[in-house]
């Protein structure tokens, strides 16, 4: 636990701001022994590569209302602070009257994969008009069509597995759009950020049409 947290813990005779911490340290160690059973797979998959079937979706995501957190952070960090982002953003739905009308989701820049550095957000959809508590902000998500790729699993580490796989995609048949990549976190309770067990990957691209579903190569090799 991190030496903040401990003192935290001993200077509270609070019980349930203390249940708060260590509920928060024990989420953090289960993400991590999540992340580090994900690369010891992802290793073993390298060694014996398997098929993968996937398929793409294009479809119009319309304009959206959210509460968010956002920060600039460094690639490498962006499990630990997903968890952080995360935690804060429900303690502050917990405490407020706002009733999420979709599931959580965040959006990351593209400079956060090409420069290693980028801008990122956790969010989640409400209709509440009155303006969130800080570091919670409200903001409104402009409406895009999407390539959308589903990865399987409830970690982060093999989804730039999934990434290549999308990305290639919309290069060979499509036409990339600016802006961020939007994700979905989707198999969790309503209003809840774990467990969730799928991801929805939301690529922009320029509007091609309304919702089609198309396979790809079940031959393709998996991306190294």
């Not at 509920?23 to 590569?49: C, F, I, K, N, Y």
């Not at 409400?126 to 902000?137: A, H």
Request: proline content about 8%; hydrophobic content about 35%.
């Amino acid at each position: 636990m991190a030496i903040p947290d401990v003192k935290s813990l001993l200077s509270t005779d609070d019980v349930g701001e203390r249940n708060e911490i260590i509920t928060a340290h024990l989420r953090r160690m289960e993400d991590q022994l999540q992340r580090t059973q994900d690369t010891v797979r992802g290793l073993g998959e390298l060694l014996s590569p398997a098929r993968r079937q996937t398929r793409v979706e294009v479809r119009f995501e319309p304009q959206t209302t959210v509460w968010a957190i956002t920060a600039t952070i460094d690639v490498d960090d962006i499990g630990t602070w997903f968890v952080t982002a995360s935690d804060q953003l429900s303690a502050v739905l917990r405490r407020s009257v706002t009733h999420p009308s979709g599931p959580v989701g965040g959006l990351y820049e593209r400079e956060l994969f090409t420069e290693s550095r980028g801008e990122a957000s956790v969010f989640i959809p409400t209709d509440n008009p009155i303006p969130p508590p800080g570091p919670v902000c409200s903001r409104v998500l402009p409406a895009i069509d999407v390539a959308m790729l589903t990865h399987l699993g409830t970690s982060h580490t093999d989804i730039d597995r999934s990434y290549g796989d999308l990305g290639t995609y919309v290069a060979e048949h499509l036409i990339s759009d600016q802006g961020p990549i939007r994700e979905r976190y989707l198999g969790a309770e309503p209003g809840h950020f774990a467990p969730f067990d799928r991801t929805e990957i939301c690529w922009p691209i320029f509007g091609t049409g309304r919702v089609t579903a198309t396979p790809l190569a079940d031959d393709r090799a998996p991306l190294q």
